[in-house]
């Protein structure tokens, strides 16, 4: 029997691999149409396999918090910091970004320097990312993929245009199916995976949630779909991933699970993409379900049902092959009596669902009332088996 290729060898043609089929989506050919389609699919596959050893582990239940770039810059954010180590909590993602796309940090490349010089609101922060490991914490760096109004203005050419008129589409979009694009976020990427993060967490690694009939953009329409377009530069950045050893997630919308409309609309497809990345982080807050969405009757202010049946079809849809791991609304939008309720009875949701992991996210980074979520506890399989069908709607 032959023994398995050196690994070098199998992550150059990963690597390969990944940046051909690319280049096959932009010139207007499908891999659907060649006959190795499969075995090329194998092949990425197990080059997958071979590397998983390489890639850092997590905790066996991450529980963390968000923090915006200038959160983590400030004082206030030590504060968070220590209370998150306090109350038993081992994980933060953090902005790369300064909101609008502005790098916080000062990128190397010499080609980002030129579109996105950076900023110095995060100096020093190969030895802060440092710290936060010496504490115990996992590290998570949050990048926002084709939202970029900073980078827009920059390069205007990067942006979605109008089919008719020819005018831009809302400033803040990148076209995800343009190679100057992909190219340039990858290019943040390595910069990221080199700065000592534990895993790179794409945001809005999707198209915009519009109406496309009136959209153009580079890919060729009638050939291929925005899914096609987010998972192949998932593929991409996972070859980067792995070259890098950090772990790759996506965020995706809560309701991408629901139908087959949603995810068709903005190009995440939830299955497949649990093909490619390590991690899935559904934004299932009960504020972007409105009440009576598919028979759940009170989603804001009774958020267990909408929760736990969304986080359960997002295992469903993922097969074993990605973790699911949910952002828990942390913020009072469309609550009538927030508090410390509002977390827990969402973690419990998940919890129930089968999942062990949480991230709380509060665009302001207020997280008293959510500390005490931090006591609950993933319930163990047998535990799961007993939960009553009342309790699971």
């Known amino acids: 029997m032959l023994s398995r290729p050196p690994k070098i060898i199998i992550r150059i043609l990963f690597s390969f691999l990944a940046f051909a089929s690319f280049n096959v989506l932009v010139s207007g050919f499908s891999l659907a149409d060649l006959s190795l ?19 850092p582990q997590k905790p066996d239940s991450i529980r963390g918090i968000y923090l915006t770039a200038s959160t983590f810059a400030s004082p206030h954010g030590n504060v968070l910091i220590t209370k998150l180590l306090e109350i038993g909590g081992n994980a933060v993602t953090i902005d790369i970004q300064a909101g609008s ?67 831009y589409y809302q400033r803040q979009w990148l076209d995800p199916s343009l190679l100057d694009v992909q190219n340039y976020n990858l290019k943040v990427m390595r910069e990221v995976a080199d700065l000592g993060f534990d895993e790179i967490q794409f945001d809005y690694i999707r198209f915009p949630a519009a109406d496309h009939r009136y959209l153009n953009y580079a890919y ?8 096609d377009i987010i998972l192949d530069f998932l ?6 991933a792995i070259e890098k050893k950090i772990q790759l997630s996506a965020d995706v919308y809560g309701g991408i699970v629901w139908g087959n409309v949603d995810w068709a609309i903005v190009g995440q497809n939830p299955a497949e993409m649990a093909k490619i990345v390590d991690a899935i982080y559904p934004m299932t807050y009960p ?12 989603t804001h202010n009774a958020p267990y049902s909408i929760v736990n049946d969304s986080i359960d079809l997002f295992i ?59 006591a609950l506890k993933p ?12 309790v699971k709607p």
């Open 37 to 55: 389609t499969q075995s090329l699919k194998s092949v990425w596959q197990k080059a997958t396999h071979v590397f998983a050893e390489e890639v």
């Open 101 to 167: 796309g502005l790098l916080a940090f000062r990128p190397q490349d010499e080609y980002l320097k030129k579109i996105n010089p950076g900023s110095d609101l995060l100096v020093d922060l190969t030895e802060r990312v440092k710290k936060l490991h010496d504490q115990g914490l996992y590290v998570i760096a949050r990048h926002v993929v084709f939202s970029q109004p900073y980078i827009t203005s920059r390069k205007p050419e990067w942006r979605v245009k109008k089919k008719q008129s020819g005018y």
């Open 220 to 227: 060729d329409e009638t050939k291929f779909t925005r899914a």
């Open 235 to 240: 593929r991409r950045a996972k070859a980067i």
């Open 287 to 298: 504020s972007h379900f409105g009440n009576g969405y598919y028979g759940h009757p009170n």
């Open 316 to 374: 469903k849809a993922a097969n074993g092959n990605a973790e699911i791991r949910p952002w828990v609304q942390g913020f009072p939008l469309k609550v009538n009596r927030f508090g410390s309720w509002f977390m827990e009875e969402q973690i419990n949701a998940a919890f129930d669902a089968g999942v062990n992991d949480f991230m709380i996210w509060s665009p302001g980074n207020v997280y008293t009332l959510s500390w005490p979520s931090f």
């Open 379 to 390: 319930k163990a399989p047998a535990a799961l088996a007993e939960i009553p069908a009342a």
